[in-house]
């Protein structure tokens, strides 16, 4: 357990003042809470729990509840106004930068599924019943509609889905 929470440590610039932090290990308390049996321990968990959640939200509006699916290592990048949807589903790896929004449409219901090893930028949303693949990468200030395939960069708005090769385009 304290290799985990080491590794959180040192994945959020190994600073304990970083909100980003607060945020996910509040999180995995959370999460941990659920899974009590003895109904007192459980009241008793979710009660801090609830109170931190807002202490998170207040000093780094992170808001990252704990019934949200959220895989292994999961880094917010930067803190700060990061708004994740209970629905939303997040794979292993994930990094999250700042001013990201993970939510649901309500004209069509459903929240976003993030595969593993994503990468989204600042100031990236992603709205509605999409699924992001693993090793996809979300531009910053990128609406994310639809569907982005594994492997595949998101860029602008709405977003565009551009095959990512890992090198500079040739000049024609």
Not at 86 to 91: M, N, P, Q, Y
Not at 148 to 168: D, L
Request: hydrophobic residues 40%; glycine residues 10%; aromatic residues 8%.
């Amino acid at each position: 357990m304290f290799d985990k929470l080491r590794a959180d440590y040192q994945r959020h610039e190994s600073s304990i003042l970083n909100p980003a932090l607060w945020a996910v290990l509040n999180y995995k308390f959370g999460r941990w809470g659920l899974s009590l049996k003895l109904a007192p321990f459980r009241l008793l968990v979710s009660l801090i729990y609830g109170i931190n959640k807002y202490i998170v939200i207040y000093t780094g509006n992170i808001r990252l509840y704990r019934r949200t699916k959220v895989g292994a290592d999961l880094v917010l990048v930067h803190s700060g106004s990061i708004l994740i949807d209970v629905k939303t589903t997040i794979g292993d790896r994930c990094r999250i930068q700042h001013n990201v929004t993970l939510a649901r449409n309500l004209d069509r219901g459903g929240a976003p599924i993030i595969g593993n090893d994503v990468f989204i930028g600042t100031g990236a949303t992603i709205l509605g019943d999409i699924t992001i693949g693993d090793g996809a990468r979300i531009a910053a200030n990128s609406l994310v509609i639809t569907d982005v395939p594994p492997g595949a960069t998101a860029i602008g708005v709405p977003a565009r889905v551009m095959k990512y090769t890992g090198r500079p385009a040739e000049n024609n």
